[in-house]
Nanobody, 127 residues
Framework: QVQLVESGGGLVQAGGSLRLSCAASGRTFSRSVMGWFRQAPGKEREFVGR???????????YYTDSVKGRFTISRDNAKNTMYLQMNSLKPEDTAVYYC?????????????????WGQGTQVTVSS
């Protein structure tokens, strides 16, 4: 059974940092596209960023404009874990953050391209 489990959320002041983790079990995702999404209160879930493996053995990341330069996605294949380092946090970053994994080599930000989802972790940024 495939599971994705997020951790690391919490309450932080504006300008602060948090690192979210997404631990996978049940299969290896080292060559899968994995992504982060978030859902703020009263809003639809939105794409945050993704990391994908390339045939040149390089991982490429992509971010939505609102988090570029502040958020960084990385992965540790030995631990089958993906991370989201969030710096310079803003109140508008407050949301439930979800990690997801796709079984196809998608570059689409659409959540329907992702097959496995974690349960989410709350991030609250106070002003």
């Amino acid at each position: 059974q495939v599971q994705l489990v997020e951790s690391g959320g919490g309450l932080v002041q504006a300008g602060g940092s948090l690192r979210l983790s997404c631990a996978a079990s049940g299969r290896t995702f080292s060559r899968s596209v994995m992504g982060w999404f978030r859902q703020a209160p009263g809003k639809e879930r939105e794409f945050v960023g993704r990391i994908r493996w390339s045939r040149d053995s390089t991982y490429y990341t992509y971010y939505t404009d609102s988090v570029k330069g502040r958020f960084t996605i990385s992965r540790d294949n030995a631990k089958n874990t993906m991370y989201l380092q969030m710096n310079s946090l803003k109140p508008e970053d407050t949301a439930v953050y979800y990690c997801a994994a796709s079984t196809i080599a998608t570059i689409s930000p659409s959540e329907d391209q992702y097959d496995y989802w974690g349960q989410g972790t709350q991030v609250t940024v106070s002003s």
